[in-house]
T-cell receptor, first 112, second 115 residues
């Protein structure tokens, strides 16, 4: 699975959009981009995933560049409860199913 | 559904002791995994299973054994505990059947200290 690079930390004001970047320049054609978050040492929680199209669900939006070498997770209206470590993960299909390779993630702090 | 459950929540062991961390899921998921998380680090895969009777090693398997005799349970055994195994252990499960994503569901974790 391709490696990912994320900034170690970011801040965001409550109510504003939080934009978390991720670089995955060695991603291959069949690899998906996943985002998970971990709130205060709880088990990680799935947020969203995508292959090449932009995706949106009730939690967030995922924007993937056309060359797929980077992506951005957008939390449209951040709240204090969104303070967490956010992990960007690239995962292949087939035998990689059920396995995730975590980096160190981005610590997002949402402040009042 | 209870989701993914793990016991115990906390455990303290002495070097050389053995123990089993329990993990169970009630979602009929075929994939189950064990991860460990050291302070300030991301999770690392220890062992995983793609179904009952089938297990394989992850990134950091040494010192751990697993078995998968049922779909629901995936215990992790520490054979002879060492201080380097002090960590938080997470179990996760997922299913490929009818799923649009490999959404893994994580348990609450077991915090293990080896003295």
């Amino acid at each position: 699975d391709a490696k990912t690079t994320q900034p170690p930390s970011m801040d965001c004001a409550e109510g504003r959009a939080a934009n978390l970047p991720c670089n995955h320049s060695t991603i291959s054609g069949n690899e998906y981009v996943y985002w998970y978050r971990q709130i205060h040492s709880q088990g990680p929680q799935y947020i969203i995933h995508g292959l090449k199209n932009n995706e949106t669900n009730e939690m967030a939006s995922l924007i993937i560049t056309e060359d797929r070498k980077s992506s951005t997770l957008i939390l449209p209206h951040a709240t204090l409860r969104d303070t967490a470590v956010y992990y960007c993960i690239v995962r292949g299909g087939g035998t990689s199913y059920g396995k995730l390779t975590f980096g160190q993630g981005t610590i997002l702090t949402v402040h009042p | 559904n209870a989701g993914v459950t793990q016991t115990p929540k906390f455990q303290v062991l002495k070097t050389g002791q053995s123990m089993t961390l329990q993990c169970a899921q009630d979602m009929n998921h075929e994939y189950m995994s064990w991860y460990r998380q050291d302070p300030g680090m991301g999770l690392r895969l220890i062992h995983y299973s793609v179904g009952a009777g089938i297990t394989d090693q992850g990134e950091v398997p040494n010192g751990y054994n697993v078995s998968r005799s049922t779909t629901e349970d995936f215990p992790l055994r520490l054979l002879s505990a060492a201080p380097s195994q002090t960590s938080v252990y997470f179990c996760a499960s997922s299913s490929k059947r009818g799923a649009k994503s490999d959404e893994q569901f994580f348990g609450p974790g077991t915090r293990l200290t080896v003295l």
